[in-house]
């Protein structure tokens, strides 16, 4: 057999590599940016241990409310009220979470340096406080909120959107959050079995 009929291996056509990589990565990009900034929503498998959300005081702008449900990975589902809010800040943030015989407490934001977050979305089954709305929509097709940060719903579910929220004496039994940035001045972890 001669050199010229052996085909050639291992070659790279590089135009035609770029061709196909340079727009996958341009999407996958921009995906990665719409799921990190809250306008898309990653899919999640939940814990099987839902966790205690408490602060002082909740404010935020761009809020934005519908029912969903969120998934374990074994399929088990659990029906939560989404809220999705533009820009949060929390005062004295409290996070408490079962880790088997033992509670982790997650503290930050107390000391006048109040936590905040960027496109901050909770899906929470149990939620209480004393709350004041500004310019809210009660009843909304869950399909059409327009609220920035502009997550919707299920087409014909029950949607509510407002330009501000206040909420004092927040307590949530969640089952997730998800934030573009999440900044939580004075963190502290530790173990105790008071919880929040």
């Given amino acids: 057999m001669s050199s010229e009929n052996i085909p050639a291996t291992g070659k790279v056509r590089w135009r035609r590599f770029a061709l196909l990589m340079i727009p996958a990565g341009a999407i996958t990009a921009i995906l990665v940016g719409l799921t990190a900034t809250g306008s898309i929503a990653a899919s999640i498998s939940v814990s099987g241990t839902a966790f205690e959300v408490t602060a002082t005081q909740l404010t935020g702008t761009g809020f934005e409310q519908y029912g969903g449900i969120v998934s374990q990975a074994n399929g088990t ?15 004295d943030l409290c996070q408490a979470v079962k880790v088997g015989p033992f509670t ?44 920035d940060p502009g997550n919707t719903g299920a087409v014909g579910g029950f949607g509510e959107q407002a330009d501000t929220i206040t909420i004092d004496n927040l307590r949530q039994h969640t089952w997730l959050t998800t934030a573009g940035t999440f900044t939580l001045p004075g963190l502290s972890l530790s173990f105790n079995s008071n919880g929040c």
Avoid at 77 to 91: D, E, F, G, K, Y
Avoid at 124 to 141: E, K, L, R, V, Y
């Fill in 104 to 147: 982790l407490v997650l503290r930050a934001g107390g000391g006048g340096t109040s936590v905040s977050a960027a496109n901050l979305v909770v899906d929470a089954d149990q939620q209480s406080g004393n709350a004041t709305f500004h310019n809210i929509s009660i009843g909304q097709d869950a399909s059409t909120l327009t609220e």
């Fill in 77 to 91: 589902q659990h029906p939560v009220a989404v809220s999705a809010i533009r820009n949060a800040s929390l005062t």
